[in-house]
T-cell receptor, first 111, second 112 residues
Framework: QQQVKQSPQSLIVQKGGISIINCAYENTAFDYFPWYQQFPGKGPALLIA?????SEKKEGRFTISFNKSAKQFSLHIMDSQPGDSATYFCAARDNNNDMRFGAGTRLTVKP | ETGVTQSPTHLIKTRGQQVTLRCSSQSGHNTVSWYQQALGQGPQFIFQ???????GRGNFPPRFSGLQFPNYSSELNVNALELDDSALYLC???????????FGPGTRLTVL
């Protein structure tokens, strides 16, 4: 059922470094691409989202880069902090409200 | 303003039983979506309810059914439980069907 492929599966970054997580999708009917952050025992929380009519969106330390022709999008976390350690999910939603999630990336930021 | 709440937090059932999970949407939200998250995986979309009507469904069998009530709270019912139904069940509410979704903490279901 998965139509969104996410990599890497896990990522270790030093404090202050840049974390980069990549996703690729297949279905061209997707029109909304959010990123979620999930801590253990909690539900996912929306970080940032983009629609396919823009190539980049920045909110604070978080940036989404979107390449419509390649059907790829990525999350960049600048100045990564230990508090950013969590599992990150990319997702894509079509016009039938079917949201497809990637398998997740477990990010560890070392102090 | 209260967030999305779910009950119960944890549940243990045996194969073949039926289960009902509950979700209260965030104040002002009229849409509820349900997801199944297996351990170590991303959430999978089960279905969405908008103003008490099903408004989209993922690739789940009919034994997964739902309801939305006039106050926009929702139930997920699963009949004839299977071992593979063991997962975290998440609900998310939004102001309308295409708006940003806010997730609850989930219900951890274990099927023995």
């Amino acid at each position: 059922q998965q139509q969104v492929k996410q990599s890497p599966q896990s990522l270790i970054v030093q404090k202050g470094g840049i974390s980069i997580i990549n996703c690729a999708y297949e279905n061209t009917a997707f029109d909304y691409f959010p990123w979620y952050q999930q801590f253990p025992g909690k539900g996912p929380a929306l970080l940032i989202a983009i629609r396919p009519d823009v190539s980049e969106k920045k909110e604070g330390r978080f940036t989404i880069s979107f390449n419509k022709s390649a059907k790829q999008f990525s999350l960049h976390i600048m100045d990564s902090q230990p508090g950013d350690s969590a599992t990150y999910f990319c997702a894509a939603r079509d016009n039938n409200n079917d949201m497809r999630f990637g398998a997740g990336t477990r990010l560890t930021v070392k102090p | 303003e209260t967030g999305v709440t779910q009950s119960p937090t944890h549940l243990i059932k045996t194969r073949g039983q039926q289960v009902t999970l509950r979700c209260s949407s965030q104040s002002g939200h009229n849409t509820v979506s349900w997801y199944q998250q297996a351990l170590g995986q991303g959430p999978q979309f089960i279905f969405q309810y908008y103003r008490e009507e099903e408004n989209g469904r993922g690739n789940f069998p009919p034994r997964f059914s739902g309801l939305q009530f006039p106050n926009y709270s929702s139930e997920l019912n699963v009949n004839a439980l299977e071992l593979d139904d063991s997962a975290l069940y998440l609900c998310a509410s939004s102001f309308y069907s295409a708006d940003t979704q806010y997730f609850g903490p989930g219900t951890r279901l274990t099927v023995l």
